[in-house]
């Protein structure tokens, strides 16, 4: 089950509160400001920033 578009809407950047997209695999969110990913894993996207992916 992919992220509904009402959650993906409300969710923010912990770092900078800036908006973040779902990238082309559907696997994570990507702060371009930040030129981070937050993880999705079991539907759950992983919004924290010692977690997150540099780019």
């Known amino acids: 089950m ?3 578009k009402e959650l ?5 950047c912990p770092q900078c509160k800036g ?3 779902l990238n082309d695999q559907g696997d994570g ?11 999705i894993k079991d539907d759950i996207p992983v ?3 010692d977690k997150a992916k540099k780019l």
């Open 19 to 21: 908006e973040v997209k």
């Open 47 to 49: 919004m924290l920033i």
């Open 29 to 39: 969110l990507i702060c371009h400001s930040c030129r981070l990913m937050y993880e």
């Open 2 to 4: 992919a992220l509904k």
């Open 8 to 12: 993906l809407d409300i969710l923010a």
